[in-house]
């Protein structure tokens, strides 16, 4: 049916209350996490979707997360998800993005009838598989990489399905901290129903619903007017991912970016096929980098919803490195493909458009764990420069917007000691504007463990721009030994790990320099 158009203020006020609505969802997730993945480092993400499954709101999460909401959203809708259900979803084929990430969907409804769905997606730091932390350099296919979770009825009358939960639990190192997980996530759903349904009785359904439509055609329109203003054109870039695993060549990711008036084209005809190690990705995360390359050039106040990932287009050959077919695995396809993908976006949009000098392009995994605990972490780097300053130093980059992990919450909860940690200071590109430099982050353990690394430029550096030098590659010791840029170790009492990341590039030529 149609709705009536809102005015300008009308809709400003109700765009701002559904946002409130996603982030306050995200707070209550944070607060009431059991793990230090979820309240210290917030690796989780919340946002609210119409009847349609189109994203309305967003909360400022993880970026690789949100742009992937949709397929997970598509296939719950699949399952006739009724009011009072939460479900589960995990598998990267049926609309997740890797194991560890568990996505909830609920109906919020009004009435018996289904208006929209509340999303969050939380990040586990054990959901089984072969090693501890569910993220192993060398898995082969997913059924190494953990509990495989098809869209499954976990909350029924809002009311847990206890023989789901038991499964789920059942296959995990960590039970109790995932049920703590799993309870805050459900009750962060819970709220996404009673907000909304707050704001329908304070605003009419008929506003509601029409906020939802005007929200995202709001999005669309701003997104259009921001691609005409770039020069028409068909604009190729190429990178690699350094090694999948189990062969430290470099992986080809190529990009074609067609922009034609208010419309953009990103085809990766020409990028490698499926590797053997686990850096392949489901078409769903290179989405979900591509959405994020070009929100880069949107104004800050541009929504991220449906309606700014409409004029996008995203082709890739089906099985091919970023676009996996089962049982091709995938855990480092979400934090290092993902990563590297956006930056080979950008380096494609940066013919038509000024944007930043690289910044470290990898999210500098590390997972350390035994039978009855595991760590996890990415680990901030350098932002590249741009023209109006330089970058910052320590921060993540690209796909991942995470905390890092206090070393007093970190030596607390787990057995391992912090022996230095502190700015790579240097390793950012020089340039007019210098890039932001890397950490160095020494872990020593202090039982035995097994060591997981994810990371990537530990052989290629961060681009600079305009003249701007590169950044300094990262690096991986166990002990004085350098580390490949994925690998799994066994580690004994008293072993130091020391993760170096990268710097960002630099821009600009140095004044005076030949």
């Not at 969907?105 to 009435?111: A, D, E, F, L, T």
């Not at 020494?442 to 681009?463: G, I, M, Y």
Request: aromatic share 4%; net charge negative; proline share 6%.
């Amino acid at each position: 049916m149609s709705r009536r158009a809102l005015d300008p203020v009308t809709l400003s006020v109700l765009a701002s209350a559904l946002g409130g609505i996603a982030e306050e969802m995200g707070s209550v997730l944070i607060r009431s996490a059991y793990s230090s993945n979820i309240k210290e480092r917030r690796d989780c993400s919340t946002a609210l979707f119409d009847a349609r499954g189109r994203m309305v709101v967003q909360a400022e999460h993880i970026p690789v997360h949100l742009g992937a909401m949709p397929e997970a959203v598509a296939a719950v809708m699949s399952r006739d998800p009724r009011p009072g259900d939460v479900f589960a979803i995990n598998d990267p084929y049926s609309g997740g993005t890797h194991l560890p990430d568990i996505t909830l969907v609920s109906p919020i409804s009004h009435g018996e009838s289904v208006i929209g769905y509340g999303v969050t997606r939380a990040h586990h730091s054990d959901v089984g598989g072969n090693r501890p932390g569910s993220m192993p350099s060398d898995s082969r296919e997913i059924y190494q990489e953990g509990l495989i979770i098809p869209p499954v009825r976990l909350v029924e009358g809002w009311e847990p399905v206890s023989d789901v939960l038991d499964l789920i639990l059942a296959n995990v190192r960590t039970p109790a901290i995932r049920r703590g997980d799993l309870r805050a996530q459900i009750a962060a759903n819970r709220l996404a129903q009673e907000r909304t349904a707050e704001l329908i009785d304070r605003r009419g359904l008929e506003t509601v619903l029409a906020a939802f439509d005007e929200v995202i055609a709001y999005a669309e329109r701003r997104t259009r007017e921001c691609i005409r203003q770039l020069a028409d054109g068909v604009y190729s870039a190429e990178s690699e991912i350094e090694g999948d695993g189990t062969n430290p060549d470099d992986i080809l990711i190529r990009v074609t970016v067609t922009i034609s008036a208010d419309t953009v084209l990103m085809d990766f005809q020409g990028t490698a096929g499926a590797a053997a190690g686990n850096v392949n990705c489901p078409l769903s995360v290179t989405r979900s980098a591509c959405y994020f390359a070009l929100k880069v050039l949107l104004p800050a106040d541009v929504p991220a919803n449906a309606g700014s990932q409409a004029p996008i287009t995203v082709l890739a050959p089906e099985g091919c490195l970023v676009n996996a077919r089962r049982p091709s695995a995938v855990v480092a396809g979400n934090v290092e493909t993902s990563q590297r993908l956006a930056d080979t976006v950008l380096l494609a949009l940066g013919q038509a458009a000024d944007v930043p000098a690289q910044g470290q392009g990898t999210m500098n995994v590390v997972v350390i764990g035994g039978s009855e605990w595991t760590y996890v972490e990415t680990l901030g780097g350098g932002q590249g420069a741009s023209r109006l300053g330089p970058g910052p130093s320590g921060v993540h980059v690209g796909m991942s917007n995470t905390l890092n992990t206090p070393i007093e919450a970190l030596e607390l909860e787990y057995p391992i000691r912090v022996e230095r940690y502190e700015l790579a200071y240097g390793s950012g590109g020089a340039g007019k504007h210098r890039g932001g430099d890397g950490i160095v982050r020494a872990l020593r353990v202090l039982e035995p463990a097994t060591l997981s690394l994810l990371t990537d430029r530990r052989r290629h550096a961060p681009a600079g721009a305009h003249g701007g030098e590169d950044g300094r590659p990262g690096r991986n010791l166990l002990g004085d030994e350098t580390l490949p840029a994925k690998v799994s170790r066994a580690l004994e009492p008293g072993d130091l790990v020391t993760v170096n990341t990268p710097g960002g590039g630099g821009w600009g030529r140095v004044e005076g320099s030949a």
